[in-house]
Structures are given as structure tokens and as C-alpha cells.
């Protein structure tokens, strides 16, 4: 027998309207498919059998206490009384390349395209001046600034992103799916509110 340690990124998806379940999960179906989705709410038969048919992997959170990990920034930012956010960060096996450490130690600089496959992580900063090929990600802990098209699939979970065109990738911002109409091609921040994300011109 062997057994080994899996390391994977959660979704946490909470159902209190089933109609809005199926917009959500068809709009952004290509992403969610690559993530494990701890489901809970209401959850009917109708919403298992989406699931199972578009061979999405999932559990359901009453059948289970699934353990998650909190960086130190994220605890650090932890007030009482404060809905977390519907996104589990679970660590995942590193894989850096095209790596340049001219501005900071701790920021990871990418001067070329990340190619199809690669996975781009960093605890601290990120800043990508080329574009996100599809297949690829980036995950950064903290801040993270893309200046080339985005077709891959980037997550930032810090105080802001700076992005300017979603192409036919996805970005999640802490852990909301951003909306592909709010880039049109010139540079915008992000920023993390109390409510969520508010997105600004530079």
C-alpha cells in the first residue's frame, strides 16, 4: 500500500438559490473544474446530479470538517465578527520558473510568458510583464500585477491586483471571480474592501 499527501485549492460554494447555482457554475465552469468545491446550503438532488454529470470534484461540508490552513497575513487581518471569505487557501507544491529577484527578496519578477502548464506561486508579490498563457496560473498570498493579457487563470489573495485585460482566462481576487467587462485593455487596481473588491482606473 502506498499512501501520499495531496496538497489542493478549495472552493467553498454555499447554495441559498439553486437558479443562481446553475448561473454561477455555467459561467464559470472551465475554472471551478480544477478546484475541489466543498458545497453546503441547500443542496438538492438536481444539484448533485450538475455536479456528477459535469464531472466536477466535490464534497459535501456536512459530510466532513475539513481543516484549513490561514497564512500569517491572513491572520494578522482577522477581525471579530468578520464573515470570512467563501475561498479556502490550502497550500499547493511549488513549481517558480522564470524567476528574477532584481527589485525585492521577497517579489517575484516574470519577464517572459508563462507558458502553457506552469504554475507561478509566491507568498509575497508578484509582477508578470508579459502575458498568462492558457493552462498556466498564478498564485500569489499577497499582491499581484499583470501587464500582459491574461488567458490562464491568476489568484491573488492580498490588499490589491493590478490587471488590464482578462482574456479568456479568470482571475479570482480573494476568493471572488472578477468579472471579465470591468477590463477593457488600460490598467486597473483592484482593491479589497470590508465588502469585497472595488475596482479603480490607474
Keep these: 500500500m502506498n499512501a501520499k499527501q495531496k496538497k489542493i485549492r478549495v ?4 447554495i441559498d438559490n439553486e437558479e443562481k447555482f446553475y448561473e454561477y457554475m455555467n459561467k464559470n465552469l472551465i475554472l471551478l473544474k480544477d478546484y475541489l468545491l466543498l458545497v453546503d446550503g441547500n443542496i438538492t438532488e438536481s444539484i448533485i446530479n450538475f455536479l456528477e454529470e ?3 470534484c466535490y464534497i459535501l461540508k456536512t459530510d466532513c470538517n475539513l481543516r ?6 491572513q491572520k494578522e ?8 471569505q467563501t475561498t479556502k487557501k490550502v497550500e499547493i507544491i511549488k513549481e517558480v520558473i522564470y524567476q528574477d529577484r532584481e527589485i525585492d527578496a521577497n517579489t517575484l519578477v516574470i519577464n517572459k510568458p508563462i507558458r502553457s502548464g506552469a504554475i507561478v506561486e509566491n507568498e509575497s508579490d508578484i509582477v508578470v510583464f508579459s502575458r498568462v498563457n492558457s493552462g498556466a496560473k498564478v498564485i500569489g498570498e499577497s499582491n499581484v500585477s499583470i501587464f500582459g493579457e491574461i488567458d490562464g487563470v491568476v489568484e491573488a489573495n492580498g490588499e490589491y491586483l493590478v490587471i488590464k ?10 476568493g471572488d471571480i472578477l468579472e471579465k467587462d470591468n477590463f477593457d485593455g488600460s490598467l486597473k487596481k483592484v482593491i479589497k474592501t470590508k465588502d469585497g473588491y472595488k475596482v479603480e482606473d490607474l
Design 165 to 174: 485585460s482578462i482574456n479568456k482566462g479568470y482571475v479570482i481576487f480573494n
Design 54 to 56: 459535469n464531472l466536477l
Design 68 to 73: 484549513t490552513i490561514q497564512t500569517s497575513q
Design 77 to 84: 487581518q482577522v477581525q471579530p465578527n468578520k464573515t470570512p
Design 11 to 14: 472552493f467553498e460554494l454555499y
